[in-house]
């Protein structure tokens, strides 16, 4: 008589094998924190704080990535990230139609800009989520990002992240993950896609620290 095999629980094996939950397969995007040092292009823009006073005069080009990314670094080293939007008194965003305004914070606190949790950021840990699908600070794991290569080197990346920012185009099942370098998020991108969807999990053992 032929035996008899249960069949496989369901779900993507990295669930059953590390346990948590499977939230599903999300959208995956990219940010990352520009250095205004690196841009040139355009006449000077003032980016504003959230009190009306000018922070600095940087280059278009750098004003029209930041106020999408929602930090980034002055030539002088201090750190700016996002304060609110809709500020009458700050230049138009062309790719998210915002007025940003923005805050100065100390680069030493602060050297890869401010989450939504009034927290620091941290490449290759920090995600961006919706918070009404994902509560802010929740641990998650990504298994197409475990074993993925650091630009810096050592360990390669264990696929765990966590929730410690938003956006205001992150929203519903949507991933949008911190690089850091302009260059890692070039070769994150070609590694793991924007847009192809990546599997969340959360509770995963695996990601408890």
């Not at 999300?26 to 922070?55: E, H, I, K, Q």
């Not at 304060?83 to 139609?97: F, I, K, Q, T």
């Amino acid at each position: 008589m032929p035996s008899v095999t249960s069949a496989p629980p369901p779900g993507p094996p990295a669930s059953r094998t590390l346990g948590g939950k499977v939230l599903g397969t999300f959208r995956n995007t990219y940010y990352n924190f520009p250095s205004a040092a690196d841009y040139r292009d355009g006449p000077p823009v003032r980016l504003m704080s959230a009190t009306c006073t000018v922070l600095a005069e940087v280059p278009q080009s750098f004003h029209d990535v930041v106020c999408v990314q929602g930090s980034g670094r002055l030539k002088d080293g201090t750190t700016v990230s996002f304060a609110r939007r809709d500020c009458e008194c700050a230049a138009l965003c062309p790719r998210s139609n915002q007025k940003i305004c923005f805050d100065a914070l100390d680069r030493g606190q602060f050297p890869w800009g401010r989450g939504a949790t009034g927290r620091p950021i941290t490449p290759l840990l920090t995600v961006a989520v919706d918070p009404s699908v994902i509560e802010l600070g929740t641990a998650l794991y990504l298994p197409e990002f475990d074993g993925l290569p650091r630009e810096e080197g050592g360990e390669p990346h264990d696929g765990c992240f966590v929730a410690q920012d938003r956006g205001v185009r992150v929203q519903g099942n949507h991933i949008d993950i911190f690089t850091g370098l302009e260059s890692t998020t070039r070769l994150w991108n070609q590694l793991v896609p924007s847009n192809k969807g990546v599997t969340v999990i959360v509770g995963s053992p695996r990601c408890q620290r």
